[in-house]
């Protein structure tokens, strides 16, 4: 199974000019890359990969031509700290109807370029996500939930609860037939510890990277454990390894375990190259290839200030 991570089918909700854009112009191109995945899978392992193409708005993160762009589903006070909005920025209801049918436009598409699957990207705050806590938003598309969590406590929106996530993971399998699902945590912008091992950085977490893969695993397998029929995979432990070690399923099949010498630091370079539409790699493990990005970013960061 291969996830081809965060296509756009939408110009204004990509994350940069370098995120992909799948379009009917372009199809063909996808067909190729697609075909070639495949044909080199069934070569190097006597089968082809599942190939699964991502599909995202990113929404408060919307960077279309490099430049910030949010486009929001109601206004949240903790994460305008980070990145400014403000009401011209909230969505509308004919935009959200339009959008539905947009995804469902690059389904189809994604069939056409030779995908197995589609995931439509609800998490880490963007805007399908938002729409899961949009709680103070009027209309059809809020009014659930509470304030500004989704499977999060009433009290604390830090403590994992799992009854809204159970509920939707439930409804998805049962009414729409839907057998397979990735689950995660945290939006990376903001609560970057909850999504993925993190140490220091932008900020430093109270525990230790271990105690949020905990979290997530335990989390995750709450949900698994009431619909057990379904396939569902978890995010957070693949960023052990995720640009720092994108050979480990070789290693593993071949030596039975991974190299600790090659997986993931928890600095979260990777993610100021990615913030910083660079190309992205690990800044520790390939520094010959992604150093000099890294140094790019940090000058201009400098002269920005």
Same mark, same amino acid.
């Given at each position: ?63 279309? %031509? #490099?430049?910030? =762009?949010?486009?929001?589903?109601? @206004?949240?006070?903790?994460?305008? *700290? !980070?990145? +400014? ?100 945590? %945290? #939006?990376?912008? =903001?609560?970057?510890?909850?999504? @993925?091992?993190?140490?220091?950085? *932008? !900020?430093? +977490? ?100």
């Amino acid at each position: 199974m291969l996830f081809i991570k965060a296509r756009q089918n939408e110009e204004e909700g990509r994350s940069s000019k370098k995120q992909f854009l799948l379009t009917r112009e372009n199809l063909e191109n996808y067909k190729v890359l697609t075909a070639r995945i495949k044909e080199e899978g069934q070569k190097t392992n006597g089968y082809a990969p599942y190939l699964i193409m991502q599909a995202n708005h990113r929404g408060r993160y919307s960077n279309p %031509g #490099n430049k910030p =762009a949010p486009m929001i589903a109601y @206004r949240h006070p903790e994460l305008e *700290k !980070y990145r +400014p909005a403000d009401d011209s920025c909230i969505v509308s209801d004919d935009y959200l109807k339009r959008l539905e049918e947009k995804f469902g436009e690059a389904a189809k598409l994604a069939k056409e370029a030779g995908f197995d699957a589609i995931d439509i990207k609800s998490c880490h705050g963007y805007l399908l996500a938002e729409l899961s806590s949009a709680y103070t938003r009027p209309g059809i598309y809020g009014g659930y939930a509470y304030p500004y969590g989704f499977g999060v406590s009433e009290h604390s929106d830090l403590k994992f609860d799992p009854s809204e996530p159970i509920r939707l993971v439930r409804e998805l399998h049962e009414t729409y037939g839907l057998d397979l699902i990735n689950l995660t945590m %945290g #939006n990376p912008y =903001a609560t970057t510890h909850v999504t @993925r091992p993190f140490d220091h950085g *932008k !900020y430093s +977490p109270e525990e230790h990277p271990l105690e949020g893969l905990d979290r997530m695993i335990n989390g995750i397998g709450a949900v698994k454990s009431t619909v057990a029929q379904m396939t569902v995979l978890g995010s957070a432990p693949s960023y052990l390894r995720q640009y720092a070690y994108p050979d480990f399923p070789k290693e593993i099949r071949k030596q039975g375990r991974i190299d600790p010498n090659q997986v993931c630091f928890t600095c979260g370079k990777c993610g100021d190259l990615i913030r910083a539409h660079k190309p992205t790699g690990c800044v520790i493990r390939d520094r010959n290839t992604y150093l000099p990005f890294y140094e790019e970013f940090l000058t201009e960061k400098r002269i920005c200030r």
